[in-house]
C-alpha cells in the first residue's frame, strides 16, 4: 500500500462537528447528480429533439458535445474560485445559473438557442461539481469523509448509467415531439428547492481566502489547452479529415506553457492556480491518471450499448434504458461499500473492482455474439450487475483515495482537476470507441453485433489498463497492511 492510500487523512480543526453536515451534504449529493445526469442523458432525447426542432446532425452533435466542452472548461478556474472567494457562494451562483439554463433549453424555439443555453448549462454544471469534493472535505474527517465520498463515488457513477432510462421514461411520458423538453424542464423545481436550501445548510465560511487573487494567466492557458484538447475528440464525427487532430499536439504545447507559467508563479511567490506540487503526492499522480484511463473505457459501454440496443435490436429508448439499470443499481451499491471499506483495503479494492468489470465486460461480449434471442437485454444483466458492482468499488474509493491528501483549502481545484481528468478520459474514450464502432459498421456492412463486439473489447482494453496501473502501485507499494500505512498518512494541512 502508498503511505497516503489508507486514511482520507486529516481535516481541518472544527471539520465533521457541523450538526448540519449530513442535510448539507445531501444539497450538495443533489446539485452533483442533477448536473452529471445531463452528460448522458440528453443522448437518448436526440431522436426526439431532431423530430421537435428539425435539427440538424450538427446541431445535435453540439447539444451533446457543448454541454461537455463546456463542463470540462471551468472545473478547475471554478474550484480555484470556491477556494478562494467561498464555496456556498460559488455554489449558489452555480446552481442558479444551472436551473435557469434548464429552462432556457426547455423553452428552446430553435437549434441555436438550445446549443447556446446547454452552453451555459455546460459552465454552470462545471462551476457545481468541484466544490462539492471541497465542501466533502471540509465537513467531514476520518471514516465519515470516506463515507460521503463513496456515496459521491455512487452520484457520479449512477448519474451516468441512469441517464439513459430517465431520458426514455421522459419522452415515453410527454412524446417524441415534446419528450425532450422535459429533459430539462425536470431541473428547474430542483434548483428552485436546492438554491434555498444551499443558502440555509451549506458553510458560509468555506474556502473564504480574499486575499488571493486568482491567477487569471493561468486560466487562460489552461483553459485553451483543454479546449484544444477536447474539441478534435468531442466533434470527431462531424469535422471530416485529419487536419483536427493537429489541434492535440498545439494543445500539448499550450499544457507545457501553462505548466511552466504555474511553477514560475509559484517561485515568485504567488498562489498558482494548480499547486503542482499535489502531483509529487503518489496518491493523488496515480489516482487522477487511473481516473482519466478508467473513465475512457467506463463511459463509452452506455454509449454503445444504447446504440447496440436501439439500432441493432430494435429497442425503444425506454427499453434500451431499462436494459442498463442492472449496472446502475449495482454501480449504487458498490459504492456505497466501497466508501465503508477503502479504509480497510486501500487500493486492493480498486484493482478488486477493475477485475471485476473486466470480467463482466468479457461476459457481456460473449452474450451479445452468441445470443440471438429479443431477449438480449434480459440476458445481459447478470454480466452488467458484475461490472457495475465493481464499477462502483473504483470509482468512489479512487476519489477518496485521490484526495486524501489534498489539504483543505486546495480541496475544490483538487476536485477540478480529478474531475477534469475524468472529463477528458470520457471524451477519448467515446471518440476511440465510437470511432471504431461506425468504422467496424462500414466493414461489415451493418453488422451490429460484430462492430459492438470489437467496441466492447476497446472498453475492456482500457480497464485493463487501468487495472493494471493499480497493481503496479501494489506491487511497489511493498507488503504493508492499509493499517500500517494509515500510521504515517502525511496530513493535509491548511495549504
Known amino acids: 500500500m502508498s503511505r497516503t492510500e489508507a486514511s482520507p487523512g486529516p481535516a481541518q480543526p472544527g471539520a465533521g462537528t457541523d450538526p448540519r453536515r449530513w442535510r448539507a451534504f445531501a444539497v450538495c449529493l443533489v446539485a452533483g447528480f442533477m448536473s452529471l445526469l445531463d452528460v448522458s442523458i440528453v443522448n437518448v432525447a436526440l431522436p426526439s429533439m431532431r423530430a421537435g426542432l428539425s435539427a440538424s446532425p450538427s446541431d445535435l452533435q453540439w447539444v451533446v458535445s457543448g454541454y461537455s466542452l463546456a463542463f470540462g472548461l471551468v472545473l478547475v478556474p471554478a474550484g480555484r474560485l470556491g477556494d478562494v472567494r467561498g464555496r456556498r457562494r460559488v455554489f449558489v451562483f452555480g446552481m442558479t445559473l444551472f436551473t435557469l439554463a434548464s429552462a432556457g433549453c426547455g423553452l428552446a424555439p430553435d437549434p441555436r438557442w438550445l446549443i447556446v443555453a446547454r452552453l451555459v448549462q455546460g459552465i454552470a454544471g462545471g462551476v457545481l461539481v468541484p466544490q462539492v469534493s471541497g465542501f466533502i472535505q471540509e465537513l467531514f474527517r476520518g471514516a465519515e469523509r470516506a463515507r460521503a465520498f463513496g456515496l459521491f463515488g455512487a452520484t457520479v457513477g449512477v448519474s451516468t448509467a441512469v441517464g439513459p432510462l430517465a431520458g426514455g421514461l421522459l419522452i415515453d411520458a410527454f412524446g417524441i415531439e415534446h419528450g425532450w423538453r422535459a429533459v430539462f ?34 486560466v487562460l492557458l489552461l483553459g485553451s489547452g483543454v479546449l484544444l484538447l477536447l474539441l478534435p475528440l468531442v466533434q470527431q464525427r462531424t469535422w471530416p479529415g485529419s487536419a483536427k487532430w493537429l489541434l492535440v499536439p498545439a494543445a500539448l504545447i499550450v499544457l507545457a506553457g501553462f505548466v511552466g507559467w504555474e511553477r514560475g508563479y509559484a517561485r515568485r511567490g504567488r498562489q498558482p492556480m494548480v499547486d503542482l506540487e499535489l502531483f509529487a503526492r503518489r496518491s493523488y499522480a496515480l489516482g487522477t491518471g487511473l481516473g482519466l484511463v478508467y473513465f475512457a473505457g467506463f463511459t463509452a459501454i452506455f454509449f454503445i450499448l444504447a446504440l447496440f440496443l436501439q439500432n441493432g435490436r430494435g429497442y425503444s429508448a425506454l427499453q434500451a434504458g431499462l436494459a442498463v439499470t442492472p449496472f446502475a443499481l449495482a454501480s449504487a451499491a458498490g459504492s456505497v461499500l466501497g466508501g465503508r471499506t477503502v479504509t480497510r483495503y486501500g487500493r486492493r479494492l480498486i484493482a478488486t473492482g477493475l477485475a471485476a468489470v473486466v470480467v463482466g465486460l468479457v461476459a457481456t461480449d460473449l452474450v451479445i455474439r452468441h445470443a440471438h434471442s429479443g431477449a438480449i437485454g434480459v440476458l445481459i444483466a447478470p454480466s452488467l450487475l458484475l461490472a457495475g458492482l465493481g464499477s462502483g468499488v473504483v470509482i468512489s474509493p479512487n476519489i477518496t483515495l485521490t484526495l486524501s491528501e489534498v489539504p483543505v483549502a486546495r480541496a475544490g481545484v483538487g476536485g477540478g482537476v480529478l474531475q477534469t481528468a475524468q472529463r477528458i478520459g470520457s471524451s477519448v474514450g467515446i471518440a476511440a470507441v465510437g470511432s471504431l464502432l461506425f468504422s467496424r459498421l462500414m466493414a461489415t456492412r451493418g453488422n451490429w453485433t460484430t462492430a459492438t463486439s470489437a467496441a466492447l473489447w476497446l472498453c475492456t482494453g482500457l480497464v485493463s489498463l487501468a487495472l493494471l496501473l493499480a497493481i503496479a502501485d501494489i506491487r511497489s507499494s511493498g507488503s504493508r497492511t492499509p493499517r500500517q500505512a494509515s500510521a504515517d498518512v502525511v496530513p493535509a494541512g491548511p495549504g
Open 185 to 218: 424542464f425536470v431541473n428547474v423545481p430542483v434548483g428552485a428547492v436546492g438554491v434555498p436550501l444551499a443558502l440555509r445548510l451549506l458553510p458560509a465560511r468555506s474556502g473564504r481566502r480574499p486575499s488571493e487573487g486568482l491567477d487569471p494567466v493561468g
